[in-house]
């Protein structure tokens, strides 16, 4: 019958997204010990002797560049597993742009205007191939807000018709989301585990539409690779890690993530309750920092795995406290409305916000900022 079909065609789905999960899992887990090699053989480390930092909690001396790696498995599973086309070239194209700046702030750390900078461009690049956010559901009622209406037709190399609403959000949110992403890796295993975890989540969620849109298996394919790759990482970054993303490592996560909410169909408020703790705690960083009259860019030791670290919470425990929120919040993003969502949402940010001004009122004054993006 309908119903046993269905059943059948789901479980052949999840079997083929099985492949180029484990082939970016393989991949980066295999390439991992030879990128360490590369690091202490480039001076891609960090000494905390000779690059001090108030947001460092490590005190070995740790190879950086894990993105590298990363980016080897997402790109090999890419090319073995999924059809090559214009919205992947941009997708890879944008990705290499955020490893190679990794690597280069790996070895001198680059000023962050800089890296802010590559951020946005990363994002034009992928924006250009054609992926941006044409729609969202509306929260608050029925139906959906359009934001393809205004356009800009172009005429070079071919016409080409830019979605001046649609591409500037879509800018704005791929910028926001690697800089979130990015501020919260401070911990062993914190942000490739969370990382994961969400990228299972946007690849489900993407799974459930394929039936009407073929094009969600490409996308979901892509979630479980991102999900595979960093899960791959994860064994060599969990206490007591053997090697650091790096932010070629961090940025290239929310890059990914971001990316993977708007294919799969505008699904930013998923992305946002996925991803709350590290969304939460980045908004909270950049007000405290505008509060005190510092410019966001520049890093100090305020993230609420510092505080944690500061209370006394082990690293091994702060990761397993950011994977299991995320498990929680994954599922029940899966299960919620747009409006439930944007209430969950809002109840968290009242949570974690009277968390972490408990945290800052009670633990001592935080060290003044440094030369990093925290």
């Known amino acids: 019958n309908l119903s046993y079909l269905m059943e059948l065609a789901t479980q052949l789905g999840i079997t083929l997204l099985f492949k180029p999960f484990l082939v970016a899992f393989f991949i980066t887990l295999i390439s991992t010990p030879f990128v360490i090699r590369l690091a202490h053989y480039w001076g891609l480390v960090d ?35 999924l059809p090559f086309t214009k919205q992947l070239a941009g997708i890879i194209l944008g990705a290499s742009l ?23 461009l990363a994002a034009l690049l992928v924006v250009g191939s054609g992926v941006g956010i044409t729609y969202i559901t509306n929260p608050l009622g029925e139906g959906i807000i359009h934001l393809d209406t205004l356009r800009l037709n172009v005429d070079f190399l071919g016409n080409h018709s830019i979605i001046i609403l649609a591409d500037i959000l879509a800018v704005l949110w791929i910028v926001w989301c690697m800089n979130m992403v990015n501020w919260s890796k401070g911990v062993d295993g914190q942000m490739p585990g969370f990382v994961g975890i969400s990228a299972v989540v946007l690849g ?26 960093y899960l791959g990482f994860l064994p060599f970054n969990f206490f007591p890690q053997k090697i650091m993303p790096g932010y070629g490592g961090g940025a290239l996560a929310g890059f990914m993530l ?3 909410a708007i294919a799969s169909g505008g699904k930013v408020a998923t992305a946002l309750l996925v991803l709350g703790v590290p969304f939460l705690d980045a908004s909270y960083t950049i007000i405290r920092r505008i509060a005190q009259k510092k410019s966001p860019f520049w890093g100090d030791r305020g993230h609420l795995h510092h505080k944690l670290l500061d209370a006394g919470w082990s690293k091994p425990k702060i990761a397993l406290f950011y994977w299991i929120l995320s498990v929680i919040l994954g599922l ?29 009122f009670w633990l001592p004054s935080l060290k003044e900022p440094d030369q990093d993006s925290g």
Request: net charge positive; glycine share 6%; aromatic share 10%.
């Open 204 to 229: 489900i969620l993407s799974f459930r539409f394929t039936m009407l849109d073929l094009q969600q298996w490409v996308v979901a394919s892509l979630a479980f690779i991102t999900a595979g790759a």
């Open 47 to 81: 000494d905390p002797k000779k690059r001090k930092h108030p947001a460092h909690t490590e005190k070995r001396v740790i190879p950086r560049a894990g993105g590298l790696a990363i980016f080897i498995g997402i790109f090999v599973a890419i090319a073995v597993t």
């Open 98 to 120: 955020i490893v190679v700046t990794g690597i280069i702030d790996d070895k001198i750390d680059l000023n962050p205007y800089v890296r802010f900078f590559t951020n946005i």
């Open 258 to 260: 971001s990316v993977l």
């Open 332 to 360: 029940i993003a899966l299960n919620l409305t747009s409006r439930e969502k944007l209430f969950t949402i809002i109840l968290i940010a009242l949570i974690l916000g009277g968390i972490l001004l408990w945290l800052s």
